[in-house]
């Protein structure tokens, strides 16, 4: 994905703080790390091309900041853009805050748990995870934004049928299956009005 030379240098920046910080707090697997720029930046940035509308994103589960600060560091140049990053644990939390402090990303953290952080970030435009739980538990911890609008983007990998089935057993909901441009493998979930049947 073609970005300007600013917002590459900060997601240059953020690749480093990931480095230092794993060695310490285990953010991903050590053989993730030898392509990290399609693996995980790349695989990131993705979620822009799908995104219409809207600017107010909300990341759950953001962890070591994936797909969140490389989306907080593309979305610095909208304006009016901003992603809200979800994170309980503190090590985690303390990453993120580096990470948004030294790339300037436009993201807040909330070290909060997923269950309560509506009450925080009321409204978004769009929902992320990457690798938190399956789309079941997803869509459920998902709902006060999907249920309130929002989209969800969220990238599965090649389990991603059965999840679909088994939330379909448990929601009706409009999907799109998007095949990931980094992994032929992988999907992204793009999911609009789920309803508990």
């Known amino acids: 994905m073609a970005v300007s030379r600013e917002t590459e240098a900060y997601l240059?920046?953020?690749?480093?703080?990931?480095?230092?910080?794993?060695?310490?707090?285990?953010?991903?697997?050590?053989?993730?790390?030898s392509d990290f720029r399609a693996r995980h930046i790349e695989d990131s940035l993705q979620l822009l091309h799908l995104?219409?509308?809207?600017?107010?994103?909300?990341?759950?589960g953001s962890g070591g900041g994936l797909p969140g600060i490389p989306?907080?560091?593309?979305?610095?140049?909208?304006?009016?853009?901003?992603?809200?990053?979800v994170e309980s644990n503190r090590k985690k939390?303390?990453?993120?805050?580096?990470?948004?402090?030294?790339?300037?990303?436009?993201?807040?953290?909330?070290?909060?748990?997923?269950?309560v952080a509506s009450e925080q970030v009321t409204k978004a435009d769009y929902v992320t995870a990457r690798a938190l739980a399956p789309l079941t538990d997803l869509?459920?911890?998902?709902?006060?934004?999907l249920s309130n609008g929002?989209?969800?983007?969220?990238?599965?990998?090649?389990s991603h049928e059965g999840e679909i089935a088994d939330a379909k057993s448990?929601?009706?909901?409009?999907?799109t299956v998007h095949q990931s441009l980094i992994d032929q493998e992988s999907v992204i979930l793009r999911i609009q009005n789920p309803v508990r049947l």
């Open 12 to 33: 240059t920046q953020y690749e480093t703080l990931f480095r230092t910080w794993n060695a310490r707090i285990n953010l991903a697997s050590s053989a993730t790390l």
């Open 51 to 60: 995104a219409k509308a809207g600017r107010q994103w909300i990341d759950l």
């Open 71 to 85: 989306l907080g560091i593309a979305l610095a140049e909208q304006d009016g853009a901003h992603i809200h990053l």
């Open 93 to 115: 939390t303390a990453f993120l805050l580096s990470c948004v402090a030294q790339c300037r990303a436009a993201a807040s953290v909330h070290p909060v748990r997923i269950e």
């Open 139 to 145: 869509l459920s911890l998902a709902e006060p934004w």
């Open 150 to 158: 929002a989209v969800g983007l969220f990238h599965k990998g090649r």
């Open 170 to 175: 448990r929601y009706s909901f409009e999907m």
